[in-house]
């Protein structure tokens, strides 16, 4: 019987094929007591489970060095520095000891049960990033679970038979497979996701993750079609079901009829076409059909992402995200010459383009220490963050900033401030940047010229534009934290995020009135957010004067696509309609522009 489950769109596409299901290496733990004699074996099990997925992931980072760009080498890499160094977590490993010493609980037993402590810290975290950070270290306890039972990695290039009837094993090595296969597992980490890549699987389905999740970002830059976050999914499906991933809608349907079947292997080939004639878009400039041309930058989280940029054929960094920098350093931060370094390669990366560094956004809700949460902080989204907390820090804050004029010698840099609101603030920002200049002065050490540029994501700043166009060079637009300030929505809130929503009439007055007064002054605007790389927004965005859209680097060639077909004169009658209307998703729905 075919039925559908649905979940969270993270990767666009449609994968097709059979199910195979990965159980979690947790379910089936076993519990008992040992003897007083068998601590130091206990102890010396676990030891020897997590030097043995160490290992595993050292190798995995050598054999990034040989896959294409494609692979999203940079951003694996990252997540699998993340899990190492949770495998040197001291409150897991202390913890664990403590379990199998004091309540002579056995190796597995008591590595799931720190596991479940640890959790609950991570449950009450605000932030939605952070919570998921859990699904971390729950990866590595289930790579460590498997080692010690001497259990593959779930995604280790398994083989398949076709026909095979549901509820049959067809895992056999040796076998072939005749038939695409999906992944149904309750989650995934980065490590199985890099040898997801390198294994048969044509797409995957977890029951949890969110949009920020390491497996959803992973999909996204691998170009993966993926659903997260389904729930019940892998209790649902049965071993060897067809399956169809809609990576667009986030939905999943399981035992598809012939004519579903056939409608979206329809829409597979449709899509497979599509991207072949994005390809060819990579050279040709972003020019409007009347002329209006349009920078298309990207969005980028560490200095090696520089490649992926330009190969997208991005034409300049929109967003350099500093804080991948910061986080996760358990007290020691990045000093200036670390710092210098990374955006030097950033800047070198890029061959001359401009790239524009965003100052740390990290505070109350993204701690740079994930085991040091202060939960008096009732709402850490209107709280110590971004440069409020900069500004609390002045000795950070300087370090950072004499790292970015350093890096500005060695080509064009902006440097972006998030989350600006008060006037008062303006004047110490720029204070402290003429001051890292003097510094770096009376140091004797080269620095470049650069554009200072504010992020318009309070309603507040967007409402006083005069005053930052007053001491600004540009201005970029954070439409995610500006809908979420504007509509009261915290998008990490399951019970609201239906109410997200970037059409809504405020949002698009304020982003429009930010664009217009930018453009009466001369000044650069550019939209940092996701609505920059959202299609279906593209075209009301160059109607409203937008110029310069920054996005993440696989996002590129389909936006440039819109432009393309794009007559700027048309749009903007029909643009000043939309937000106009009392409800502008209507407005824009079956007009052909």
Same mark, same amino acid.
């Given at each position: 019987m075919t039925f559908s489950i649905h979940g969270l769109a993270v990767s666009r596409g449609v994968a097709i094929g059979r199910a195979v299901l990965v159980a979690s290496s947790r379910m089936d733990v076993a519990h008992y007591f040992i003897q007083a004699n068998e601590v130091d074996a206990e102890i010396a099990r676990v030891r020897a489970g997590r030097d043995l997925v160490v290992e595993e992931l050292h190798r995995l980072q050598l054999s990034i060095a040989h896959m294409g760009p494609k692979e999203a080498t940079h951003e694996l890499s990252a997540l699998l520095d993340v899990h190492l160094m949770l495998l040197q977590d001291v409150e897991l490993i202390n913890g664990v000891k403590a379990w199998i010493v004091d309540r002579l609980y056995n190796a597995e037993w008591a590595l799931t049960t720190q596991l479940d402590i640890i959790s609950r810290h991570f449950d009450e975290?605000?932030?939605? @990033?952070?919570?998921?950070?859990?699904?971390?270290?729950?990866?590595?306890?289930?790579?460590?679970?498997r080692a010690m039972r001497g259990v593959?990695?779930?995604?280790?290039?398994?083989?398949?038979?076709?026909?095979?009837?549901?509820?049959?094993?067809?895992?056999?090595?040796?076998?072939?497979?005749?038939?695409?296969?999906?992944?149904v597992a309750h989650d995934l980490s980065p490590a199985d996701m890099l040898q997801f890549k390198q294994s048969v699987f044509a797409g995957f389905i977890t029951d949890v993750g969110g949009k920020t999740s390491h497996t959803a970002i992973v999909a996204r830059s691998m170009d993966i079609p993926a659903v997260v976050g389904a729930r019940t999914c892998s209790q649902l499906v049965r071993q060897d079901d067809w399956i169809i991933i809609d990576?667009?809608?986030?939905?999943?349907?399981?035992?598809?009829?012939?004519?579903?079947?056939? *409608? @979206?292997?329809?829409?597979?080939?449709? =899509?497979?076409?599509?991207?072949?004639?994005?390809?060819?878009?990579?050279?040709?400039?972003?020019?409007?059909?009347?002329?209006?041309k349009v920078q298309l930058l990207a969005n980028i989280e560490m200095p090696e992402d520089a490649q992926s940029a330009l190969q997208a054929g991005a034409v300049g960094v929109g967003l350099f995200r500093s804080e991948f920098l910061f986080m996760g350093r358990r007290g020691h931060l990045p000093d200036e010459e670390e710092q210098f370094q990374a955006y030097k390669r950033a800047v070198e990366g890029?061959?001359?383009?401009?790239?524009?560094?965003?100052?740390?956004?990290?505070?109350?809700?993204?701690p740079l220490d994930s085991s040091v949460y202060d939960d008096a902080h009732l709402n850490p989204a209107l709280g110590l963050r971004a440069i409020r907390w900069s500004l609390a820090d002045p000795a950070m804050f300087l370090t950072q900033l004499r790292a970015i004029l350093r890096a500005a010698a060695f080509g064009q840099v902006h440097l972006l401030v998030p989350m600006l609101a008060h006037a008062s603030e303006i004047h110490q920002t720029l204070a402290h940047i003429a001051q890292a200049r003097a510094m770096l002065d009376?140091?004797?050490?080269?620095?470049?010229?650069?554009?200072?540029?504010?992020?318009?994501?309070?309603?507040?700043?967007?409402?006083?534009? /005069?005053?930052? =166009? /007053?001491?600004?060079?540009?201005?970029?637009?954070?439409?995610?934290?500006?809908?979420? @300030?504007?509509?009261?929505?915290?998008?990490?809130? *399951?019970?609201?995020a239906h109410l997200y929503d970037p059409l809504h009439p405020?949002?698009?007055?304020?982003?429009?009135?930010?664009i217009a007064e930018c453009r009466k002054q001369g000044k650069g605007v550019s939209v940092c957010g996701e609505m920059a790389g959202d299609v279906m927004l593209t075209r009301l965005l160059l109607g409203l004067g937008l110029r310069s859209f920054s996005m993440h680097p696989a996002q590129i060639l389909a936006v440039k696509q819109e432009i393309?077909?794009?007559?700027?004169?048309?749009?903007?009658?029909?643009?000043?309609?939309?937000?106009?209307?009392?409800?502008?998703?209507l407005e824009m729905t079956g007009v052909a522009l």
């Open positions: 975290m605000e932030d939605a @990033y952070l919570r998921e950070r859990k699904a971390d270290l729950e990866q590595i306890v289930e790579r460590i679970l593959a990695s779930p995604v280790a290039a398994p083989k398949a038979r076709a026909g095979r009837k549901s509820g049959q094993q067809d895992l056999l090595l040796g076998d072939t497979v005749d038939v695409p296969l999906v992944l990576g667009d809608a986030g939905v999943v349907i399981v035992d598809p009829s012939p004519i579903i079947l056939a *409608e @979206y292997g329809f829409k597979k080939r449709q =899509l497979e076409l599509e991207r072949g004639r994005l390809s060819r878009l990579l050279n040709t400039p972003a020019v409007t059909m009347d002329g209006e890029m061959k001359g383009l401009p790239v524009t560094i965003r100052t740390v956004d990290v505070g109350a809700d993204k009376k140091r004797g050490l080269a620095h470049g010229p650069v554009q200072i540029g504010a992020m318009i994501e309070i309603p507040a700043a967007a409402l006083t534009l /005069k005053l930052f =166009l /007053k001491h600004f060079d540009f201005l970029s637009i954070g439409t995610n934290d500006l809908i979420q @300030y504007t509509l009261a929505i915290d998008r990490a809130d *399951e019970s609201v405020a949002v698009l007055q304020l982003v429009a009135a930010t393309l077909r794009s007559d700027t004169t048309r749009l903007e009658p029909w643009a000043q309609r939309v937000i106009a209307a009392e409800d502008p998703t």
